[in-house]
């Protein structure tokens, strides 16, 4: 309560559009007003598997504490959230003692004691199958998978920005593209993605940017073809109203 932030919490990858704040300059901003600095890197942080897309999460190693999630760029099952903090000892607020759990003596003799770790007493083994997939596939086989999805992205992009009856919003940071028919109001725009929705034919999520709705693209399946996308975009503009 003495008038300065104690913690700034930045993303990395939003949810809406996956843009990326940008992290040196917020840690700058932190370091001089001694303020913590917290990375919400549930959608973006997987970037790390990718040596060519890892660039775009400079300054991520100055964050105090990083939250990702696997079960988007890290194709898990949810739940799968995993938080980092650059010293344990930020973890000490969660130390608790319960003698029928951790009593002081068994602790000293090297039982193992988990409370330390999470809010939870209970929980489900969530850590499993990350250390499976990591183990299976390595970073190098994330880093692919990542790769795939964002050059993915990269070509919804390109074909939307080519296409004469849509409006691309904004050349994709990560894996999600924002686009809505050229012509179209937000009403129409929220209606092309239900009737979509409700015809079965594809499930297209929506996003409020600049005043005006759009419908979100967020490509997280690496076997998504070109021509998938091709056939999406043409539902699209076959349900806009001329
Ligand atoms: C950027 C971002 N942060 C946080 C969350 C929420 O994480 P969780 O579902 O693990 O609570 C999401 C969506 O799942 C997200 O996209």
């Not at 759990?101 to 999470?118: C, I």
Request: proline fraction near 6%; charged fraction near 20%.
């Amino acid at each position: 309560l003495t008038g300065h932030p104690v913690l700034v919490a930045a993303t990395a990858g939003t949810t809406d559009s996956g843009a990326i704040d940008p992290l040196p300059a917020l840690a700058d901003v932190c370091a001089a007003h001694g303020a913590d600095l917290h990375v919400d890197a549930a959608y973006g942080g997987p970037l790390l598997f990718s040596d060519r897309r890892r660039h775009a999460l400079h300054g991520l190693d100055r964050a105090h504490s990083v939250t990702l999630d696997l079960h988007k760029l890290g194709w898990q099952p949810v739940a799968a959230g995993l938080l980092a903090v650059h010293r344990t000892s930020r973890l000490d607020p969660l130390q608790h003692t319960a003698d029928y759990l951790n009593s002081h003596d068994d602790t000293e003799a090297g039982l193992p004691d988990l409370l330390g770790r999470s809010l939870r007493t209970t929980r489900r083994p969530d850590a499993f199958k990350m250390a499976v997939t990591l183990r299976a596939l390595g970073r190098d086989g994330l880093g692919a998978l990542v790769d795939q999805v964002c050059g993915l992205a990269d070509t919804l992009a390109e074909k939307i920005h080519h296409h004469p009856a849509l409006t691309l919003h904004a050349r994709p940071a990560l894996s999600t593209v924002l686009f809505r028919p050229a012509d179209a109001d937000d009403e129409q725009v929220a209606a092309v993605r239900r009737t979509l929705l409700d015809d079965g034919h594809a499930v297209l999520g929506r996003a409020h940017a600049q005043g005006r709705l759009w419908l979100k693209a967020t490509l997280l399946n690496p076997h998504t073809q070109p021509g998938d996308l091709d056939r999406m975009l043409k539902l699209v503009e076959g349900h806009t109203p001329r």
